[in-house]
């Protein structure tokens, strides 16, 4: 398998736990997981960490409220009237308050299970959704003045081939807001989350994410995709008490409760590069 970031075809495994293999790109540095990571495929246990994510609507919609109004500030301007494509529509918590704050919104969301708890929390997100995984050529070019895709890309099997299709669907002057996890020092973060029994039977990251991004190779692979980012950031995961809830199915043990309020008002988590990755681009210049 070629790398993610940079196409290489070269690689040597890097990081193993059980049946999970992360290797690291010989020409970019860039973690995934390769074709021998049989972690990859278990869809049972992948399918009950989404059903749990999903769960949690009420701190789903109090994120997306957040990432809404740093949005809004990043654009300068109201998200009223903009035609909007997300690519990964989740349980639909992000779609639902594009729809209230006025924005035409269309989701792509391939997964049944994801859809279903969409339709059932949102119904009005119905008729917009895509059930389909994202491809190039799958939705008119120009039609779209933002572009979302929050914690998606490192699901993908070719992450790089979709942020490649982003300019062409972007109107004249439209712009692209991605987040990723950030996975840096991930044989500390790793050993962590197997300590605090994440990820079901204790893997370093969740089965399902197939390119681990650091601040350094998300910006290679912004670059390879033809992306100029405005803005590149970390937004806080540890000291951000939603997050946290969504991350412990809802009821986080007292004394990760208090570490979140340590990092919340330390910022140590970024400091760690232990934040989620989140850029606002456009299209570089050709
Ligand atoms: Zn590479």
Redo the contacts with the bound molecule.
């Keep these: 398998m070629s ?1 993610p ?2 196409g ?1 075809p070269d690689s040597k495994p890097h990081f193993y736990r059980l049946d999970m293999e992360i290797r690291r ?1 010989e ?2 540095g ?1 973690m995934f997981q390769g074709p021998g990571s049989a972690a990859r495929l278990d869809r049972e246990l992948i399918e009950n960490i989404y059903r749990e994510y999903v769960g949690h609507a009420q701190q789903h919609l109090l994120l997306n409220a957040d990432r809404l109004e740093r949005l809004a500030r990043l654009l300068g301007r109201p998200l009223n009237g903009l035609r909007v494509l997300e690519i990964g529509a989740g349980n639909g918590a992000l779609g639902s308050l594009l729809l209230k704050a006025g924005a035409d919104y269309t989701g792509i969301e391939p997964l049944p299970l994801c859809r279903e708890a969409a339709g059932r929390l949102f119904p009005e997100l119905a008729a917009r959704l895509i059930p389909e995984k994202f491809q190039p050529g799958q939705l008119p070019p120009g039609s779209f003045d933002l572009i979302l895709a929050t914690d998606t890309l490192e699901h993908m099997e070719d992450p790089l081939l979709c942020a490649t299709a982003l300019p062409g669907l972007l109107a004249p002057g439209g712009k692209v807001y991605l987040e990723v996890p950030n996975e840096a020092l991930l044989w500390f973060k790793g050993r962590l989350r197997i300590a605090l029994g994440m990820y079901g039977r204790g893997y370093p990251t969740n089965p399902e994410h197939l390119s681990l991004f650091t601040r350094r190779t998300f910006g290679l692979f912004l670059r390879n995709a033809g992306l100029k980012p405005l803005a590149l950031f970390q937004d806080s995961v540890w000291g951000n008490p939603s997050r946290i809830k969504i991350a412990f199915n809802g009821a986080p043990p007292p004394h990760i409760l208090a570490a979140s309020w340590f990092f919340r008002l330390t910022r140590l988590d970024l400091l760690l590069q232990q934040g989620v990755l989140a850029t606002l681009a456009e299209p570089a210049a050709r």
């Design positions: 790398c970031a940079c290489s790109c020409a970019c860039m």
